[in-house]
C-alpha cells in the first residue's frame, strides 16, 4: 500500500540554486577537512598541553567515535526536528565547539569540546546531500550529487595540508579557528536562502535501547581499531574486551533495531537491492582509497624525506581531474548505465595502483604525483554515480537515512582499513627487514662492498653500520609499500564485479521522486 507521503519541496533556479549549493558544500567542506585536519597536528597539541603523542591521539578517536554514532541518527533526527532547524542546529553548534577546541586549556578540556563537535558534525554530511538534492530538479539529480561528492572526495587530502600549514605558520589552535568566519558564512546564507525548507516533523518515541547499543558497539569499535596497531592487537586484554563487546553489543542492535517499532536506524533501507550494492561497493572502493590517502603520506614522509606539506601536496594531484570532471559526470549519469561510470573509476584505480607497485626507493615527487592526478581521472566517477544510484526510486523523505546510512558505512570501513593496511604495511615491511638483514651480513660480497664504498668518503664504525641499516629500513618499506598497491588494484578490479549486481533505475532522484522499493 502506498504511504501517504508529504509533498517535496519545489527545486531552486538561478542565483537561489547557485548559492544553495555554495553554502550547502561550505559546510560539507568544512566538516570533510575538520575529520583529518589534526592528523598532522598532534605532535604540536601533545607539546603545547603537555602530554604524550599517544595521549593526544585521543583527540582524533574521541572526535570519530562520536562522529560515527552521530551520522546514522540523521535520518531519525530529522523526523524528530525538521531538516532544516537540524541543519541550523548542527552547524551553529559546530562553530561554537570548533571555537571551545581552540581556546581549550588542557587535553582533557579539548578531548570533551572534541566529542561535542564530532557529534554535531556527524548530520551535516548527508543533510546537506539529502538537502541539495531537493534544490535541483530531478533531471540535474546527478549535477547535485556530483558537486556534493567532489568536496567530499577532495576534502580529506586538504585537511592535512591545511592543517600543517596553520600549525607551522600561525598556531594549532587555528586548524579549529578557521572552521568558525566558513560555518557562518554557510549558516547564513543557508537561511537565507533555504530557510523555509522546512520539513515535516513527527513525533517519534526515543529508541532508548537502540541508541545506547549503537553508541557501545560504535564506541568499542572505533577505539579498538585506534589504538589496536599500538597496543600489538589481540595481544592486549584491553582490545580483546573492545573486540568481544563490539560484536556482541552489534549482534544485539541489528535484532533490536528490526524488530523495534520506531527503531533509530532504519535498516530496512538494507532490503532494497540497489542501496546495499550501491552502499557495498562505495564502502569497500573508499576502504581501499582511503587506505592509501593514509599510508603513501605516512610513506613518503618516514621513509622518502618529504615534509608532511610536501607529502600532502603530491598526493592532492588526484584532486585537479575529480574538480574538472565531476560536472561531466553528474549529467552523465542521468543519460547512461551508472554502472559503466563505476567500472571505468574502478579500472583508472586499478591501474594507479599497479603503476605504484612498480615503484622504486628512488621514485621522485614528479612521477608521484603523475600516478595521482591519472587517479583523478577515475575519481569523479567514483562516489557520484554509487551516491545517485542508492537513492534513485527513493522517496524524498527517505533520502537523510539513506544519505546517513551511506556516509556511516563509508566512514566506518575507512577507520578499519586505515587501522588494518597500516598494520598489514608495518609487519611486512618487518618480514622483508629480516630478510634482508640474513642476505647482507659480514660475510656478504655486498655488505664488504658497500662498508669499502663509505670508507673511501670517510664514513666508517658505527656510523657506517646507522646508515646501512637505515637504507635497510627504507628497503623494506619500498618492498611493503609496493605490495599494498598491489593488493590495493586487486580489490578494486574484484569490486567491478559487486557493482554488477545491482539493477538501477534510472538515476533520476529528486523532489518528484516517487518513492518505493
Known sequence: M?????APPVPLAGAKLFFATVSLSLATLMIVIDTTIANVSIPAISGDLGVSTSQGTWVITFFAVANAVAVPLTGWLIQRLGQIKLFVW??????????LCGMAWNIESLIGFRIMQGFVAGPVIPLSM???LQCYPREKAGMAIALWSMTV???????????????DNISWPWIFYVNIPIGIVSLIVSLIVIGDRESLTRKLPVDKVGLALLITWVGCFQIMLDKGKELDWFSSPFIVVLGVVSVVAFSYFLVWELTE???IIDLSLFKIRNFTVSTMTLSLGYGVFFMNIVLVPLWLQKYMGYTATWA??????????????SPFV??????????LFVTFAFTFFSAAFFMRSGFSPDVDAKSIAFNHLFQGIGMAAFMTPLNAMAVAGLAHDRVGAASGLINFARIMMGAFSASVGTTIWENRAAMHHARLTEEINSYSPVWQHTLDTLSAVHITGSRAYAMIENEINRQSYIFSTTEMFKISGILILCLIGVVWLARPKKVRVGPDSSGGH
Open 330 to 339: 553528474g549529467k552523465g549519469i542521468s543519460k547512461y548505465d551508472p554502472r
Open 90 to 99: 548542527s552547524v551553529m553548534l559546530f562553530i561554537l565547539s570548533s571555537f
Open 2 to 6: 502506498q504511504e501517504n507521503r508529504p
Open 261 to 263: 517499532k520506531h527503531p
Open 130 to 132: 539529502s538537502l541539495l
Open 153 to 167: 572526495t577532495v576534502a580529506p587530502i586538504a585537511g592535512p595540508i591545511l592543517g600543517g600549514w596553520l600549525t
Open 312 to 325: 600532502g601536496l603530491v598526493t592532492a594531484a588526484f584532486g585537479i581531474f575529480a574538480i574538472i570532471l
